[in-house]
């Protein structure tokens, strides 16, 4: 006999399970809904400014295209591709997000400093309105990206005296950032920047929240004691600066512009090869830099001077260098540059002084190509020094170089061996560090509080400076700018860098580039000394009349090099 439940107990069951799926029902509904609502919205955002991870083999656009929320970037970028990207991040800035920015950033009242950039006389190809930016990517490992329009002077001799540039942040980004100004040569590979012809490294600059269409809020430069000096051809001005994370910091491009196109070319360290911003922004006119054109300065002029006796000649004494630009690509190695001398203290294996260098390590081996200073640092006692010409400065000037160095340390607070920059007040009678001479870093400054006095290092007793792998641990050029101290104002300066190896354990070296020194200048009045002269006629003859200058004398342009 079937067991059967009773009627009434299975009316109950019955109630109980139709009241137990409808419950059910009621919860899951919501609960898809909330899904398909996530779904929609992690799959339909606004293209805002959008970030374009570039494959190396594809600058036409066709790549993914990720969005520029930072914690979205993060996620949704895989590692495989932030390791195939070509290092160069495209920023298309989009008007919905950047309304939302401005919205909550009110655009700031625009006040050029320093300069009006404004004025009718400056050389510019943009129309005065942003929209869109460029920078490099740190997140595929760029660090350090530069960019740079093309200027074409309207006669020659010329030169450029003051510069402007305008660079943007999306909200969070830094205020202020610092970036070296930079004036590359026309002889790299067809037409594109080569030679370094100068640079103002660690200089401030002021960022905005960028909003399209927006006025730009302009940094200007002085770079007239560059004393870049154009013959022919163009040069490139532009700026170089290593990319911050988590919120970049962008130069600024307009894309509607009818003043003219730019030319203008970008660089990454990665790629380590110029290429045209167009290729990577088709819509790019031009960078938002701005130049003066200025005069080369004066120059010596002939004047009747009848002789008929010995007479007098005013000759000039050579006074010290006032604002030094020294790129060391003007010699073949391993010379050192006119004025620049290498000396060493102990050496306990017959090193080599510092030289002139364009290969071996640490890599690159130049800043500028081809060549930079170079030191070993051996295996065994080594006081290295690399002595400057003779310099003088006002107060406020600067002292700024690249460099690159892989020194052996015992810790990331004690070196081994271990490289320091020193001055000299008294013409190089003696030296002292540049922070014991009331000098201060502005960026760069020493990584290394001391040296381990294990193994008799020459720089002993115990200081601080650079040591380990520069730019914490990556490698490659960083840049160093420190102010120079009030001790050696009208004084007759000479800088040295200084490499001390203790008696054991080599690593590859230290390597200087692109020394400059920004910031008013002394320029001593030349000097007659009489020398005798004879004629054999009352015949008027031409003779130069000295015209102290008072901005250093134009370098002449650098006779090109091929990079690599």
């Known amino acids: 006999m079937k067991k059967q439940l009773n009627p009434n107990i299975k009316a109950h069951l019955l109630r109980g399970a139709f009241y137990l799926l409808l419950l059910v029902a009621v919860c899951a509904i919501p609960f898809a809904l909330a899904q398909r609502n996530n779904a929609k919205r992690n799959v339909a955002k606004p293209s805002a400014p959008a970030v374009a991870v570039q494959q190396a083999s594809a600058l036409d656009g066709s790549v993914p295209v990720f969005q520029p929320d930072r914690a979205e970037l993060r996620t949704r970028r895989p590692a495989a591709a932030a390791a195939a990207a070509d290092n160069f991040s495209k920023q298309n800035f989009a008007t919905e997000l950047a309304q939302k920015q401005a ?88 037409g594109s920047p080569g030679t370094l012809l100068g640079s103002l490294n660690a200089q401030p600059a002021t960022t905005h929240v960028f909003s399209p269409g927006q006025a730009p809020i302009w940094n200007s430069y002085n770079i007239s004691g560059l004393g870049i000096n154009i013959t022919s051809g163009s040069v490139y001005i532009g700026a170089r600066w290593v990319p911050p994370s988590p919120t970049n910091v962008y130069m600024s491009f307009d894309q509607t ?129 690399l002595n400057s010409l003779t310099i003088n400065y006002t107060a ?76 914490g641990g990556s490698g490659g050029f960083e840049t160093v700018a420190v102010n120079l101290p009030a001790s050696g104002v009208g004084q007759q300066v000479k800088l040295r860098w200084r490499m001390c190896s203790d008696n054991s354990v080599s690593h590859a070296g230290w390597r200087v580039d692109n020394v400059a020194i920004s910031g008013p200048c002394v320029s001593p009045t030349p000097t007659a000394t009489a020398t005798a002269t004879a004629t054999a006629t009352a015949t008027p003859t031409a003779t130069a009349t000295v015209v102290p200058r008072l901005t250093p004398t134009p370098r002449p342009r650098p006779t090109p090099y091929p990079r690599p």
Request: hydrophobic share 35%.
């Open 257 to 385: 512009g009818t003043v003219g196109f730019a030319g203008g070319y970008w660089w990454n360290n990665n790629a380590n090869a110029w290429a045209t911003i167009q290729s990577a922004f088709p819509a790019y006119v031009s960078c938002m830099i701005r130049a003066f054109q200025g005069p080369t300065g004066p120059t010596p002029t002939a004047s009747p001077s009848p002789t008929s006796t010995a007479t007098p000649t005013p000759t000039s004494t050579v006074p010290p260098s006032c604002a030094i630009f020294e790129n060391f690509d003007g010699v073949t190695p391993p010379a050192l540059p006119a004025n620049w001398t290498a000396t060493q203290g102990v050496n306990g294996g017959g090193f080599p002084l510092w030289v002139t260098s364009n290969s071996g390590v640490p890599t690159p081996v130049a800043d500028s190509a081809p060549n930079a200073a170079f030191s070993q640092d051996p295996n065994n006692l080594l006081d290295n020094r």
């Open 396 to 471: 406020g000037a600067q002292l700024s170089f690249r460099q690159n160095y892989d020194i052996e340390q015992s810790s990331a607070t004690v070196a081994f061996d271990v490289g320091v920059l020193e001055i000299s007040i008294d013409n190089g009678a003696t030296y002292q560090d540049i922070i014991t001479a009331g000098g201060s870093f502005v960026t760069g400054g020493y990584n290394h509080t001391s040296i381990s006095t294990a193994f008799a290092n020459p720089c002993l007793p115990s200081r601080p400076g650079w040591s380990g792998i520069s730019n």
């Open 103 to 190: 919205a909550l950033h009110p655009k700031p009242i625009v006040v050029p400093s320093g300069v009006d950039c404004n004025d009718p006389t400056i050389i510019k190809h943009d129309d005065g309105t942003i929209e869109n930016g460029g920078s490099g990517n740190p997140l595929a490992g760029v660090t350090e990206v530069r960019f740079a329009d093309k200027f074409t002077p309207t006669s020659y001799p010329n030169s450029y005296s003051e510069v402007c540039l305008d660079f943007v942040t999306l909200a969070g980004g830094p205020p202020t950032y610092n970036v070296d100004i930079v004036i590359y040569d026309d002889d790299g590979a067809g």
